[in-house]
């Protein structure tokens, strides 16, 4: 595991505890990570602090100038990945992660 110190253990237990309700659209695959400490190299780190956005705020950036367009959510998925094949960025864009990163110094160097 990465070098965490008693703070900073005790702050991630504490975030990852505490329950809240919200009317966002969450993604359970980053719940189960959201204020982990995730071990990088040698001695760091790096955890997702807050993130916002999903599957559903990218397929709505790209069909925004379409119109309603196919509602299925394997047609989601197909957009998605037609959107990621065809290196179209801008929708990928509605998402967003805050991320903590700690490292040695000689990492951060390179």
Same mark, same amino acid.
């Given at each position: 595991?990465?070098?965490?110190? *008693?703070?900073? $253990? ?6 990852? +505890?505490?329950? *809240?309700?919200? #009317? ?5 695959? =980053? ?24 599957? +559903?705020?990218?397929? $709505? *950036? *790209?069909?925004?100038?379409?119109? @309603?367009? &196919?509602? @299925?959510?394997?047609?989601? /998925?197909? =957009? ?6 065809? #290196? ?11 991320? #903590? ?7 951060? /160097? &390179?």
């Amino acid at each position: 595991m990465s070098n965490l110190n *008693a703070e900073q $253990q005790a702050e991630i237990d504490a975030a990852r +505890a505490a329950q *809240a309700t919200t #009317r966002r659209p969450t993604v359970p695959a =980053l719940e189960e990570i959201l204020y982990s400490a995730l071990p990088v190299l040698d001695h760091g780190f790096v955890r997702v602090i807050d993130y916002f956005g999903d599957d +559903a705020a990218i397929v $709505q *950036a *790209a069909r925004v100038s379409y119109g @309603k367009g &196919t509602k @299925k959510v394997s047609d989601d /998925r197909n =957009l998605i990945r037609y959107l990621m094949r065809h #290196r179209h960025s801008t929708p990928f864009e509605m998402c967003e992660t805050s991320s #903590r990163a700690s490292g040695s110094a000689i990492a951060r /160097r &390179t």
